[in-house]
C-alpha cells in the first residue's frame, strides 16, 4: 500500500459526489488512517480478533436501484450509517476514501479491501452536512425513522 497521511481533504458532500460519480470502486473506512493501517493491511473482527484478509470499508459507489437520486444523498446515507465509528473506535479515527480490491467480505458482509490506494481524508464538516441531509430527509417523511444515530 503506497499510503500517506497527508492526503488531500474532501470538504463537501458535492466534493465527495463528484469523487465519487467519477472514479468507480471507491470505499470509506474509518480509521487513524493509512499510514497507521498499512503496518497490517488487515482488520480484526471485533468480536473474535480474527484477522481478516483485507481492511474492512463501506463501497461508496451509486448502487443502479438508486436511479437519477442525488448522488450527494446517497453518499451522505453511507457516511451517516457509521458516522457512529469514532465514538466507539476512539480518538483519531476518521474517515478516508480508498480504491482497491474486494479480497473478502467480512462478519457483517462488509467488503474486505486489499491493494489499497489513498484517495483522501473525509472532512469533519462532510459527516455533519451528511447528518443533516439525512436529517432532513426523516424529517420531510421520505424515508422511514432510521432507528439509529450518527455520532
Known amino acids: 500500500m503506497n499510503a500517506r497521511d497527508d492526503l488531500p481533504v474532501l470538504r463537501t458532500l458535492r466534493e465527495l459526489a463528484a469523487v465519487v460519480l467519477s472514479t468507480p470502486h471507491l470505499y470509506v473506512r474509518w480509521s487513524r488512517g493509512p499510514v497507521a493501517d498499512e503496518a497490517s493491511a488487515e482488520s480484526r473482527d471485533g468480536l473474535t480478533g480474527i484477522r481478516l484478509p ?18 450527494e ?7 451517516y450509517d457509521y458516522s457512529h465509528l469514532p465514538h466507539d473506535k476512539g480518538e483519531g479515527v476518521r474517515p478516508w476514501v480508498l480504491r482497491g480490491r474486494v479480497g473478502g467480505r467480512g462478519p457483517d458482509n462488509e467488503p474486505l479491501v486489499r491493494d489499497v490506494k489513498p484517495i483522501g481524508w473525509i472532512g469533519e464538516s462532510v459527516i455533519e452536512e451528511a447528518q443533516r441531509a439525512v436529517e432532513e430527509q426523516e424529517r420531510a417523511a421520505e424515508w422511514g425513522p432510521m432507528r439509529r444515530r450518527g455520532g
Open 54 to 71: 483485507g481492511l474492512s470499508a463501506n463501497p461508496l459507489d451509486v448502487e443502479p436501484w438508486w436511479q437519477d437520486r442525488s448522488a
Open 73 to 79: 444523498l446517497w453518499v451522505a446515507r453511507r457516511l
